[in-house]
């Protein structure tokens, strides 16, 4: 019984309390007709509690999710069963769904009859607008009785995961002159840059080896020239993602962080797709997707890796380590101060092939966030230690971003568009 009262809501707090002051004065006023309302108006507030505290005991619920793994923008189906199995019939049930307010605003339904042994299908969609693990739950029931009088909140069905993976941007082209193909595998350049005709040569840079100017093709164009002696591709490409916090400005799904996310997510999944083997790596050189313990070519451990990453609290990349481990390395930076781009390329061994995606920060932040480190002086840096090197900002389409990587890398030729069949 003391649960049942702990349920009266106001309305039948004061009906109690107004039935046993109408009890009292018909007991002094020896009124017998008042009496029986008073009994009456007593019982009523009591009897609703009773019943909605037992109609609460027999409700159950089931949550699913189709998909279950659904990319940002997407949308997906949420079906709600509920069933009775009280001995009476369940009305006046308002449910309520705990959703993140990334997934959009909380669902509520009002059931005004729920018939015993018989399942109620609920459907509501979601569609996300923002990546990460998102926990949807728990479903909330309160059950009244029809004269609201009083009320129990149940939890109905705990907590449902649903992984919102970023949004991939369908890419064409692949940089030339890494093999990165079905034509060139590499080792065909590598040679032909070695003393013939047809060599493979471009302008000398500062820091390149004076062991490798080809005399014959300086002579010819009167200008320093290098021959590029590019190792055979053996397949495996790495994808450094900088999700440092202090990279990055923005918030919400317009945030820098999350276009670098979905671009890191596109380049994967566009490498995987001409069977190339692809390491996801973060700024602190922690391996996130294709290393020893699962698949490169998973396009799912990619897009979950991902979906899970949080910002990144160091100020500055892992120092001392090569982030590519001798494979090429496409970069997707933050803002870069020149002390992080020259610990980048510190460690970069020379004739590996290096790419970077500048992004251009500023352009992303709000008027109450720090300035952002000049692009241009990033740019500039890389370009100099022989990365190609394009900078990217929001209004610039990520497909075309990847175009002007693919013709930066060391201007070599044009992009080597294939063809799946």
Known sequence: MRGALSGLTTRGRCLLAAGFAAGLCAIVLNERDLLRVAAFVVALPLLAAWLAQRARVGLHANRMMHPSRVQVGSATDVRVELRSAGRLPTGGLLLEDAVPYALGARPRFVVERLPRNTVTVLRYPLKPVMRGIQQVGPLMARITDPFGLAEFDREMAGRSRLVVVPRVVALAGLPSGSGMGSGDDGSIRLRAGQGEDDAVVRPYRH???????????????????????????????????????????????????EWAV??????CLHLHRYGHQVRLVGDDG???????GDSGYSDS??????????????REPAAGVDPGAGQ?????????????????????????RSLAVVMDVGAWASAAEDPAPDPAEAQRLLSGAGWGVVVARPSTPMGQVWQELCHSAGNRGPVVRTEVG
Do not use: C
């Open 328 to 352: 090429e390395v496409i970069a997707i930076l933050g803002g870069s101060t020149p002390a992080v781009v020259d610990a980048l390329v510190r460690n970069r061994p020379r004739g590996v």
């Open 286 to 292: 922690r391996v996130l997707a294709g290393g020893p």
């Open 207 to 257: 820091g390149d080896d004076l062991r490798k100017v080809h005399w014959r093709s300086t002579a010819r164009r009167d200008e320093l020239m290098v021959r590029v002696e590019e190792r055979p591709w053996r397949g495996g490409t790495t994808v450094l993602l900088d999700h440092r916090l202090v990279a990055h400005r923005g918030s919400g799904p317009g945030a820098s962080l």
């Open 301 to 314: 451990v990619v897009l979950d890796a991902l979906a899970a990453l949080t910002p990144s609290h160091r």
């Open 262 to 267: 979905s671009l890191a997510a596109s380049i």
